[in-house]
């Protein structure tokens, strides 16, 4: 949703409210006032979490949610999902998948729970999906990005099994 504010500024909000960057954890993961991940871009420059989505969203969810988010005859617009639907949200269906059982074709979205691709990069699909659906990032392969840390790649390595 946009709100706009008496002096004409739109303020953006989404499913799980205001997305503006308040704090950076040790992981190089912004959070927005709520504790919920989030964008935090500079010109042309995004976060590491932004970058690492764009590539996990265009390596594992394109293909049924098409490229940026856009949808799919056959899966929604994640682009315009997330202005409503919440991260909690969204964590569930990532994770324990949905069938669509309203219509006569059955379309389903796969469980991902269990395949570490995905499951170990939850938060970094969330906030590029975020970014994408506040249009703070548009249809293109964000180029400079900040660099992924130490304490990333060790949550990472454990999160993948490795040592
Ligand atoms: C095999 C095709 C397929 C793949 C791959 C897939 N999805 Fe889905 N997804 C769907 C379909 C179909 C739906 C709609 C299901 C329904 O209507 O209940 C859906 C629904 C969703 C929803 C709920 C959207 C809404 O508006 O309620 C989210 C969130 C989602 N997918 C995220 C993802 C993410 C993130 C990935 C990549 C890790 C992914 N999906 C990969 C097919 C897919």
């Known amino acids: 949703m946009i709100f706009v504010a008496s002096g004409g500024i739109a303020v953006a909000d989404d499913g799980s409210g205001d997305p503006a960057a308040v704090k950076q954890t040790e992981t190089g993961e912004w959070l927005d006032k709520e504790g919920n991940p989030t964008y935090k871009i500079n010109g042309d420059t995004v976060d590491w979490y932004t970058y690492s989505g764009y590539r996990r969203y265009?390596?594992?969810?394109?293909?049924?949610?098409?490229?940026?988010?856009?949808?799919s005859t056959?899966?929604?617009?994640?682009?315009?999902?997330?202005?409503?639907?919440?991260?909690?949200?969204?964590l569930g269906v990532v994770a324990s998948g949905r069938k669509n059982i309203s219509t006569a074709a059955e379309n389903?979205?796969?469980?991902?729970?269990?395949?570490?691709?995905?499951?170990?990069?939850?938060?970094?699909?969330?906030?590029?999906?975020?970014a994408r659906s506040n249009e703070a990032w548009g249809r293109?392969?964000?180029?400079?990005?900040?660099?992924?840390?130490?304490?990333?790649?060790?949550?990472?390595?454990?999160?993948?099994?490795k040592k």
């Open 74 to 90: 056959y899966a929604p617009a994640l682009k315009d999902s997330l202005k409503t639907m919440s991260y909690a949200d969204f």
């Open 140 to 161: 293109a392969r964000p180029g400079k990005h900040e660099d992924k840390n130490d304490a990333y790649t060790k949550n990472e390595d454990s999160c993948m099994g």
């Open 58 to 71: 265009h390596s594992d969810c394109h293909v049924c949610h098409g490229p940026d988010g856009m949808g």
């Open 108 to 130: 389903v979205m796969p469980a991902f729970g269990d395949n570490p691709n995905v499951a170990c990069y939850m938060d970094d699909l969330y906030v590029y999906l975020r």
